[in-house]
């Protein structure tokens, strides 16, 4: 009898979900495996909300951004009896693995249910913030950085026309790839990375320097670092126990704050949730189908309780324990690197 595969996105949306959906299923397909989609990520294996899905549900997916699965941040774990109905619905649909597509939260929920519950799970490796263990590269960030050193041109031709300090804050939570990419790619004067305390007075330093040289600057600001004048303990927390972070309005604080100690004309942009859609670039639907290809011959192969991952030019595969460990920061080789170019 044919297996019954169930897939899930979860957590954040991102560029690379539907082409790695579309991968899972055309791969599924070759193993004559019927396919279900479950709605919402954990919420659907909650609510029982699931839909077969097939070749012609998923062939124009391939320069899709969103899911066509739906997405949220519930957590099975977090909530009354959330594990036992996860598991009802798994055998009530009749379902032989599962197919878990996320970052961190999503696959640390799929790593515990493979260990506390032997339920047969794998996952792919997506996330825009790309801090995930074990894989060179998540799908979803390569599109992110694109939008954002998008959006970073726009602000030096303003920011040159007007002579002023321009500030981009993006996304990225607790690890500082987006905007490490994003200020490298797009010529930033500076970095601020969560990853790192900010030198406010070395940053305002530097900016001078620059504007001196060529009457404008250009900064990149995380979401995700921490300012002496920001408290956290009154913050929203979501499920997984994440603040909602773009309440902080970084960016306006750094604005202001540099307006302060410079009297430079400053001025900032929150580029958000724009990060997350557009279109996919070649790369994110590169790595979307080969990882979701690759997960399902993980599933083929009864190889459960495993990520698919990029590793070099191959995609291996690593076990979700591993890879949600612990996030994957910028380390100091990378900031080092970053500051050759704040002169
Ligand atoms: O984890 C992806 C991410 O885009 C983070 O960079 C950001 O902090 C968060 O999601 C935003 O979440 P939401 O879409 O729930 O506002």
């Known amino acids: 009898m044919s297996k019954r595969v169930g897939i899930l996105t979860g957590g954040g949306d991102c560029c690379g979900l539907n082409p790695a959906i579309r991968g899972a299923v055309y791969r599924a397909h070759d193993f004559d495996y019927e396919v279900f989609g479950i709605k919402d990520g954990w919420r659907g294996l909650i609510d029982g909300n699931i839909v077969k899905i097939d070749l012609q549900d998923v062939e124009e997916l391939v320069d899709k951004s969103g899911t066509i699965l739906g997405t949220s941040r519930t957590n099975p774990f977090k909530m009354e009896n959330g594990v036992e109905r996860v598991i009802s619905t798994i055998k009530n649909y009749g379902l032989d693995a599962l197919l878990a597509m996320g970052g961190e939260d999503t696959l640390g929920v799929a790593s515990r249910l493979y260990k506390e519950c032997k339920v047969k799970i794998v996952g792919a490796p997506k996330t825009m913030d790309n801090d995930l263990s074990s894989t060179d590269f998540t799908f979803g960030f390569d599109s992110a950085v694109t939008r954002a050193v998008e959006a970073m041109k726009s602000l030096e031709d303003t920011g040159k026309s007007h002579h002023r300090v321009m500030i981009l804050e993006v996304m990225g939570r607790y690890a500082g790839w987006v905007a490490l990419y994003t200020g490298l790619a797009s ?25 001196a040289r060529k009457k404008y600057a250009l900064v990149v600001v995380s979401e995700g670092i921490k300012l002496p004048s920001i408290g956290i303990e009154k913050e929203e927390l979501d499920q997984f126990g994440h603040m909602i972070l773009r309440k902080r309005e970084i960016g306006q604080v750094l604005a202001d704050l540099i307006c302060e100690k410079t009297s430079l004309e400053t001025r900032h942009a929150v580029i958000g949730h724009i990060q997350r859609g557009g279109i996919p670039t070649v790369f994110d639907r590169m790595l979307g189908l080969r990882t979701g290809v690759k997960a399902m011959e993980l599933i083929a192969k009864e190889d459960f309780g495993k990520m698919a991952a990029m590793n070099g030019d191959k995609i291996i595969s690593v076990p979700l324990e591993e890879a949600t460990k612990e996030i994957k ?14 002169k």
């Open 187 to 211: 010529g930033a004067d500076w970095i601020l990375l969560p990853e790192e305390e900010p030198d406010i007075e070395e940053m305002c330093k530097q900016l001078q320097r620059v504007y």
């Open 329 to 342: 920061i910028v380390n100091k080789e990378w900031l080092d690197f970053a500051k050759i170019f704040f």
